[in-house]
Structure formats: C-alpha cells, structure tokens
C-alpha cells in the first residue's frame, strides 16, 4: 500500500500574500546597538576633549579684554567693554612688539634653512645609492632621540667659541641643527612615495639634477614640505631652552623668553590683563598657522598611504 507524500510549498508567485514562515528572518540587532554605543562613546570622548582644549584658549582670550578688577571679582564672565588698552600696552611698555619681532626673524630664517637643507639631505638619501647611504640616513634617526637637554653645556661653549653667542644668527643655525633630523627623517619618506619615471624623463631631456629637484621634484613634495614646515614651525616658535641658554641679551630676547619676563615683571606690577594680552599675541600665530594649513596638513601626512 503506497502511501502519497505531501507535496513540497511552492513559492508564492508575485503578488500572492507572503505568509510569516516565507518571510526572511530579521537580522538580529545586537551589532547595530553595539555600533550605536561605540558611536555615542567616541563622540562624547572628542567632545570632552574638544571643551579641554578650547575652554582655557577661550578663557584666555576674554580675559586678555578685562580689567584687573573683573579678573579676580568675576572670572568667568563676560567683559563689561573690551578693555583694548590692555593690548597696547603689552605691546609698547612690555616690548612685547621687540620680542615679536626678534622671535619672526629667527623662526623664518631657521624655517627656511631647515626646509631647504632638509629637502636636498632627504632627496639625496631617497634617490640615491651610495655607499654610507643608511649609515648617514640612521644617523639622523639617532639625532631624533638624542635628549636635547645634554647638549646645552657643549653647545654653549661652541656656539661661545664660534662667536655666534647672543646673536640672531647664531640662533637661527642652533634651530636648524636642532630641527633637521625630524625634517630628514619625514621628507625621506615621503620623497620615496614620489613617482620615478617623471624624473627620468627629465634626464632623458637633459635636465641636470639640481634642476631636476629644484623645478620637478620640489614642487610635488609641497604637501610634505607644508607638513613637516608646520610641525617645525610650532616646535621652534615655542621653543624656550634654546634660546635661554644662547640668548641672554635683553635685547634680543624671543617671545617666549619675554612671556617669562612679561609674567615675573607683571606678577609684581599687578598688570594681569596685559599679561594675558600678551599671552595671546603669542599664542594667535600658532593658531592661524593651524587654522590656515590644516588640511595641507592632513594630505601630507596621508599621502604617502595614499600613493
């Protein structure tokens, strides 16, 4: 005796009712919650951050517009008026414009240097095979890490022998010694991501190769020059042990040494709102430089995993 089997569902033709058992099943929700919650974490981490950062710049800049008297009897309000006076002043009795203008000359003559020097020593290094090439490259690596802090007694006395103590210049080939093994180190990389063939076809046309660097290869390492000229521009326009070792001229003091005089001069007089004034003429430089070239910023520091 047969027995007659059930035959199988057949699928529901387009436009029947679909039934719950033919219903594909609903992915299960757990890692949209858990995206969602790294989501919210990370957001709340970078604005806890944000408001660590922003809040003293902020507060500073508004207390640099105060009087003495809203400084201490309300701290975290807003200035009655804008109290610009305080600018000037720090500007003409505490030779904030001299500092200003000593901490210019250096950090543009020693941003040059170290850009131009550090762009041909990096080429020569990416391009070029030669014997001593990685012992020399390494050499600049070992000069990242060497504290700077054991150099400043040997330092002063060759810098002392060589003449070039209490000097704008001096200073200037100081911080282009001191910011060239970062600066090789970063544009060696990157001249290595560079294509080679446009090189070659140059020499193929008889260019020489400092003609080669200077007018083709140069310019396509803008955004790693842009990179590594900020990086060094911060580090030297905040510099202050240099410059206090090497420097002790009055005249010819920097910006940062003169903030340190500005606040113990100050400190004294009670003149808190020009020393907050002060505080931001130094610090507004940086933050322009950074507004101004954040995203040159970014593209040479991601184009080299880009290329």
Known sequence: ??????????????????????????????????????????????????????????????TSFKDDRSIFSSPWSLPDSLHFDNWSRAWTEANMSDYFLNTVLVVGGSLIGTLVLGSMAAYVLARFDFPGNRFIYYLFIGGMSFPIMLALVPLFYVVNNMGLLNTIHGLILVYIAYSLPFTV????????????????????????????????MLPMAKPGLVSVGIFNFLGQWNQYMLPTVLNTDPDKRVLTQGLVQLAVSQG????????????????????????????????????????
């Open 268 to 307: 004294y007089k009670g003149d808190w709102s020009g020393l907050f004034a002060g505080l931001v003429m130094a610090m507004l430089p940086v933050l322009a430089a950074y507004v101004i070239f954040q995203r040159q910023v970014v593209q040479g520091l991601t184009a080299g995993a880009l290329k």
């Open 1 to 62: 005796m047969k027995t007659t089997e059930t035959p199988a569902p057949l699928p529901a033709e387009s436009g029947a009712p679909l039934t719950k058992s033919d219903t594909p099943p609903a992915p299960p929700p757990a890692e949209k919650k858990e995206g969602t919650v790294l989501n919210v974490f990370s957001h709340g981490v970078l604005v806890i951050w944000a408001i660590m950062v922003v809040m003293p710049l902020l507060w500073a800049v508004m």
């Open 185 to 216: 180190f970063f544009l060696t990389a990157f001249f290595r991501t560079l294509p080679t063939s446009i090189a070659e076809a140059a020499f193929v046309d008889g260019a020489s190769h400092s003609r080669t660097f200077f007018q083709i």
